[in-house]
């Protein structure tokens, strides 16, 4: 009985099993943010640092010897002064006694060369009417041409006094400041000793490092010439000083023309004329700045982020149905933060901008704002 039971019940379980639906589950689109492409003409440009240098710098050098009677007080380290202050001043007698001594020979020579120039005058009267010898003549005519020599001389004698005794005094040639100094009052300077070094604040330069495929977004006659065309490209430095951020123009003048062996970097150098900037702080020598060079324009190019920008140079773009395709893209200057593509890409189309991991052709997306 057990058995005949329980064989109807297997059949009739077996006759009465569930049947298992299968169904296939749509994939969810994944949230992407999206990116407009609209390709239009760009400035480009190029970043860069480097410290401020004088563009010009002296040494100030004694040309005549003497004892310093006269000190300015702008005549030390970091000390401002002017074109045309007077920086410093030596004893000026003995170079006042001489040049006394050359006008008085001065005007000896020239007493000498006005009777000279006399006498020549009336012998050679006299030989015409042939009163006098030809030897008289000859004699006449060299002592003119000696007194003629002497008073050349002499003259030179009271230029190069006066010249001396200009170099007494010690003038700025140029609006600027005192790197350093050597001297002090009363100290005696032989001729050539070194005083003081100079530089020009009014026209400063900053040394800058580019690699050469950066001369690619300049203009092409620094890569030409070395040289900046009819119009130097602007550049703007910008620093953290005296607590605030500071910035200055300046103008890309030309580059080195030699590419370093062990950085492989080209040098170009820029110039600040106006190194007084809009909030009224000078820009200080040695100070470290960053620097925004304003390239040429380019046609047709569009900036997307870097995180668009797949490893193969490649980006997903999304389609009217909301699906990535991938599309190769050809890069022309890549930085930390942006990309700009030249070619691959039309004006209207929309690119995902979303770091993706794991990305398959016509994968379907929600694009969010």
Known sequence: LILPLSAVIFVALV????????????????????????????????????????????KLVAQVAGEVVEFSS????????????????????????????????????Q??????????????????EELASIAQLQSAERFLAVAN???????????RASVDLERTVFTAPFNGRVRAENVDIGQFLSKGAMIATLYD?????????????????????????????????????TANYAGDTQSWSAKLLRTEGDISTKSRFLHVIVEVT??????GVRLPVGLFVDAAITGRTVDNLVSVPRTALRADNSVMVIDDDSKLHFRDVSVFKLSDSDVL???????????????LQFVVEGMPVTVID
């Open 111 to 128: 007493a000498e060369q006005r009777y000279a120039a006399e006498e020549t005058a009336r012998i050679r009267s006299l030989y015409g």
């Open 274 to 279: 106006e190194t007084l900037n809009s909030n």
């Open 15 to 58: 006759n009465n099993q569930p049947t298992l639906k299968t169904t296939v589950k749509e994939p969810v689109p994944v949230a992407v943010r999206a990116l407009d492409i609209n390709l239009a003409p760009m400035q480009l440009s190029v970043s860069s640092e480097g410290n401020v240098q004088p563009s010009v710098e002296t």
């Open 341 to 355: 593509i030249s070619d691959g890409l039309a004006s209207g189309e929309r690119i995902s901008i979303s770091p």
């Open 201 to 237: 604040t009014d026209r400063l330069q900053v040394r800058l490092p580019l690699a050469d495929a950066q001369l690619a977004y300049l203009d092409p006659s620094y890569a030409q010439t070395g040289l900046a065309g009819e119009e130097p490209a602007d550049v703007v430095l």
């Open 74 to 109: 702008s005549l030390v380290a970091g000390g401002d002064f002017s074109k045309g202050d007077v920086l410093l001043k030596l004893d000026p007698r003995d170079y006042e006694i001489a040049l006394a001594r050359s006008e008085a020979a001065l005007s000896r020579a």
């Open 149 to 159: 020599a002497a008073l050349d001389d002499a003259s030179a004698t009271v230029k």
